[in-house]
């Protein structure tokens, strides 16, 4: 796949695992895996990242950007504020790259150079303060939609109870960011255009295999049993 290397390894601390309410695109959240997956956990001094304009563009899902679609884009990367839910009902709000600094580097190439900010240092170069979740870059790149990298996480981070059930309104608002799309209000139609395709896609796709079954109170679905 271009430059990128699928073997690479994504070591993410669980409060970015675990953020709720994900501004990013599918293409943003793929650029910040491989931006993961390039760092030294234990080496804060180097919080630049390079990436080259095919490799860039492939992660985004453009073709042939041209400089204006480039600098939109990296906008949207650097402008978007994340929230974490931290312990005792904190939370923190802030963005997670300060710079995208796109030039030719010595031999003619456009590369993109991404920085990641103070705040969000933090959460990158943290071995030992946070629990850290990891997964091979493969997993998630291949991915075509935003709800499969998200349901991704969330089969990750509890597959190791075997079995446990989330209710269909945190599944559906929280999990997958699904939360103010009226039509996803009744389940068929949730299952139908979310939830069974972004099942079939992360079976097809990644390392995590695992089936669903609804609960139903009073002939409503209330719950989901993975």
């Given amino acids: 796949m271009g430059n990128l290397d699928p073997k690479h390894w994504v070591e993410k601390s669980d409060p970015l695992v675990l953020m709720r309410s994900v501004p990013f695109s599918l293409g943003e959240l793929k650029i910040l895996d491989t931006y993961i997956s390039r760092i030294n956990a234990v080496d804060d001094t180097r919080r ?18 041209n400089y204006r679609a480039l600098e939109r884009h990296t906008e949207g990367l650097l402008g978007k504020v994340v929230t974490l839910k931290m312990p005792d009902k904190q939370f923190l709000k802030f963005v997670l790259f300060t710079k995208a600094y796109y ?30 979740f990891k997964y091979a870059l493969e997993n998630v790149i291949h991915l075509t939609r935003k709800v499969s990298y998200l349901l991704y996480l969330h089969i990750l981070t509890n597959r190791y109870r075997g079995e446990w059930e989330v ?3 945190e599944l559906r608002d929280e999990v997958l960011d699904c939360k103010g799309q009226e039509s996803y209000l009744a389940f068929k139609e949730f299952k139908r255009a979310v939830l069974a395709p972004a099942v079939k896609e992360v079976n097809e796709k990644t390392d995590c295999h695992f089936s669903y079954e609804p609960i139903r109170r009073s002939r409503k679905v209330a719950k989901i049993k993975f």
């Fill in 103 to 132: 030039h030719k580097d010595e031999y003619g190439k456009p590369i993109i150079e991404i920085t990641c900010t103070e705040e969000a240092k933090n959460l990158f170069f943290c071995i030992g303060k946070y629990h850290y």
């Fill in 48 to 65: 630049t990242v390079i990436f080259t304009k095919e490799e860039y563009e492939e992660l985004m899902g453009l073709t042939a950007a």
């Fill in 167 to 169: 209710t269909l309104d």
